[in-house]
């Protein structure tokens, strides 16, 4: 209004109100924890205040019909708060329905159902109207009717009440139940069985399983008592405690409402059933533990753990003992072993010295009668050879002779018993001489014989362990030997490897052989000639005369040219034996030019036919495969009069002679 402009100076009429102040608003939007409270309480109560109204209002309209009424008392039955609760509630209080059908509490539906057909008979109110004629009758007899309808009318409720299981079973449970557990003052003057039996027996009622299993006394067997007891530890309750429920269920006025009154009412049930369960289980732990049969059975298992335990106790002290005794009698025995021994070598030490002491007085006692009778006629030195190797029985055998030849002679000075007593010592002496040279000879011979029996057992094993060589394994041998130079590590194991039929041991001692050319030698003889008798005849007079320089050079040259060997050696062989010997030339470089050292140290010598022919042998019994030194040096030996170095020019001449006559033949 501040902001508006001044009024129009012209403007005279009186004061009009175009707007007035209006009040200040805002939008809430409705959130929290009390407003979901409140919307998720059911709103019965509002809806029961309005249903109370509208049948306030019911009642004071007297303009309704008489079929509006009952149709309104019909839906305010349904409506009525607490239907199947009220009636639960009414029955429980009143008097008990099984009396009304005369009936017990474990008949089954069919027995209520007779039951309640008979009784409608007797009390049904129509049967009763024919009964008495349809007179009309003073008070008395209408006391005595209505009695008889609230009868009937009671007889209804019990069988509507018994007739349902679930009703029924919401009924039983809410029957008045005798729930306490004895105590422990209640066994002190009463017996276990006595005491616990009938409140088995008196919740056995709630058990869904049956037979229920007995109690039973102090002789039944404990395979029915853990039967008994696993039945209760497990024990299953149909007892319903709806009676407790804060809700009725036919009070609900929509789906959200009626469910929200199940779970609140299954929370109560769930409590009561809880508290329940804990009872039953205290009263089967409190039966348990007090048990005589269970204690009993207990104290069986324990005495018999103990007696088990004191078995083993005793079977382990009595190992100890037994082995204690084993070690005591095992040092029993070898201090009596001991002391035995100590006894008897005493007693061959005894037995020693008295036979030393013995000895001693036979060989002094012979001493004696050698320096009485005979120490010029028995030498000295033998006499004391005699004396320490003499046996005791020896010396008592000579001195019994001395003496008997003093007796024969009239005494000790007897003439001639010097000469005697010398004979007798001189022949014991010669008997020990003879039996000791006799002794000598046998070890002597006895040696001997070992020696060549050791020899002979060394030759054979080496023997045995010695095989022929085959070409193709000196080949082998000789390619291990340039792939493997000294110095290699497991050298000769390697070699071996690459023979595979050889032992190092093998290896080596054939390569001491040919390393000292003996075995290179007489190699050959052991290779198969056919071959180079073959070669000949098919090369006959096809080798001529080559005066070329051989080639000095030691390398792998001569190794690959082992191929034409005997071809050249054949070669030579023919021209020497056609035009007798001849000379060789120097050996030349590679490109064609003479080498002036090789020619110097080289010099040009005469072949004979049996030089040229021993040549030839030794080439073929000394195949390339060998070592080049080791082949060269074993040829060298088998031709007479000629070196390796002369063998060799001569070998590379014959071989020059083949390859120019190959280059002029193509």
């Given at each position: 209004m501040l902001c508006l402009p001044p009024p129009d100076p012209s403007f005279t009429e009186g004061s009009a109100v175009y707007l007035s102040v209006c009040t200040a608003t805002r939008c809430l939007e409705n959130a929290g924890r009390a407003f979901f409270e409140v919307h998720d309480r059911p709103l019965c109560e509002a809806k029961r205040r309005k249903s109370r109204e509208e049948d306030r209002d019911d009642d004071d309209d007297e303009g309704s019909n008489d079929d509006a009424q009952e149709e309104d008392s019909w839906k305010k039955k349904k409506r009525q708060p607490g239907g199947c609760k009220d009636l639960l509630h009414r029955v429980v209080d009143g008097p008990n329905l099984y009396r009304i059908l005369e009936v017990s509490e474990g008949c089954t539906s069919e027995d209520v159902r007779k039951a309640y057909r008979r009784l409608a008979l007797v009390y049904h109110p129509d049967k009763n109207r024919a009964d008495s004629g349809g007179g009309d009758g003073d008070e008395g007899e209408g006391d005595a009717a209505e009695e008889l309808k609230m009868k009937f009318l009671q007889l209804q409720e019990a069988y509507e009440v018994l007739s349902d299981p679930d009703m029924r079973r919401a009924y039983d449970s809410a029957l008045p139940f005798d729930d306490e557990i004895p105590g422990a003052r209640d066994f002190v003057s009463a017996d276990f069985f006595d005491v616990l039996r009938p409140v088995f027996e008196r919740n056995a009622?709630?058990?869904?399983?049956?037979?229920?299993?007995?109690?039973?006394d102090s002789s039944t067997d404990m395979k029915l008592v853990r039967r008994f007891y696993d039945f209760w530890y497990e024990f299953d309750s149909w007892r319903d405690f709806s009676i407790h429920d804060e809700f009725d269920l036919n009070d609900a006025e929509f789906r959200e409402e009626r469910r929200w009154m199940e779970r609140q009412n299954a929370k109560i049930r769930k409590k009561y059933e809880k508290e329940d369960k804990q009872r039953i289980q205290k009263l089967v732990e409190?039966?348990?533990?007090?048990?005589p049969r269970i204690l009993a059975e207990k104290e069986a298992a324990r005495k018999k753990r103990q007696d088990e335990k004191d078995a083993r106790r005793r079977a382990i002290e009595e190992e100890k003992e037994k082995v204690r005794k084993a070690e005591e009698e095992k040092r029993r025995l070898e201090h009596e072993e001991r002391l035995r021994r100590e006894e008897q070598e005493k007693a061959e030490r005894?037995?020693?010295?008295?036979?030393?002491?013995?000895?001693?007085?036979?060989?002094?006692?012979?001493?004696?009668?050698?320096?009485?009778?005979?120490?010029?006629?028995?030498?000295?030195?033998?006499?004391g050879d005699l004396v320490p190797h003499l046996a005791l029985d020896k010396i008592q055998q000579l001195c019994d002779a001395i003496e008997r030849?003093?007796?024969?002679?009239?005494?000790?000075?007897?003439?001639?018993?010097?000469?005697?007593?010398?004979?007798?010592?001189?022949?014991?002496?010669?008997?020990?001489?003879?039996?000791?040279?006799?002794?000598?000879?046998?070890?002597?011979?006895?040696?001997?014989?070992?020696?060549?029996?050791?020899?002979?057992?060394?030759?054979?094993?080496?023997?045995a362990q010695k095989s022929d060589w085959t070409p193709d394994e000196l080949s082998m041998l000789a390619k291990g030997l340039q792939k493997h130079p000294g110095g290699t590590a497991r050298r000769w194991q390697l070699i071996a490897a690459m023979i595979g039929t050889k032992t190092p041991e093998e290896v080596?001692?054939?390569?001491?052989?040919?390393?000292?050319?003996?075995?290179?030698?007489?190699?050959?003889?052991?290779?198969?000639?056919?071959?180079?008798?073959?070669?000949?005849?098919?090369?006959?007079?096809?080798?001529?005369?080559?005066?070329?320089?051989?080639?000095?050079?030691?390398?792998?040259?001569?190794?690959?040219?082992?191929?034409?060997?005997?071809?050249?050696?054949?070669?030579?062989?023919?021209?020497?034996?056609?035009s007798g010997p001849s000379q060789a030339a120097p050996p030349t470089q590679a490109d064609g030019k003479q080498a002036p050292a090789a020619a110097e140290s080289a010099p040009a010598a005469e072949w004979t036919a049996d030089q040229q022919q021993a040549l030839e042998r030794a080439l073929s019994k000394h195949p390339s495969s060998i070592d080049v030194n080791e082949r060269w040096t074993a040829i060298a030996a088998d031709v007479p009069g000629k070196n390796k170095k002369e063998c060799l020019a001569r070998f590379k001449e014959i071989r020059e002679a083949l390859l120019a006559k190959k280059k002029g033949g193509g």
């Open positions: 009622k709630w058990s869904t399983r049956r037979p229920v299993p007995s109690l039973g409190l039966a348990y533990s007090r048990d005894d037995k020693r010295k008295a036979e030393k002491e013995h000895l001693k007085q036979w060989r002094q006692r012979l001493r004696k009668y050698n320096s009485t009778y005979s120490e010029q006629l028995v030498d000295v030195v033998r006499f030849a003093i007796e024969e002679r009239g005494g000790e000075h007897a003439q001639g018993l010097g000469e005697c007593v010398g004979g007798l010592i001189n022949a014991e002496i010669d008997v020990m001489m003879e039996e000791r040279q006799r002794e000598e000879d046998a070890k002597r011979q006895k040696a001997i014989q070992q020696e060549a029996q050791r020899k002979a057992a060394e030759e054979a094993r080496r023997a080596i001692e054939k390569t001491k052989e040919m390393s000292q050319g003996q075995t290179l030698k007489s190699m050959g003889s052991k290779l198969d000639q056919v071959a180079f008798n073959q070669f000949m005849q098919h090369n006959k007079g096809a080798f001529k005369k080559i005066e070329a320089p051989a080639d000095q050079r030691l390398d792998d040259d001569t190794t690959t040219a082992a191929a034409p060997s005997a071809s050249a050696s054949s070669s030579s062989a023919s021209v020497n034996g056609a």
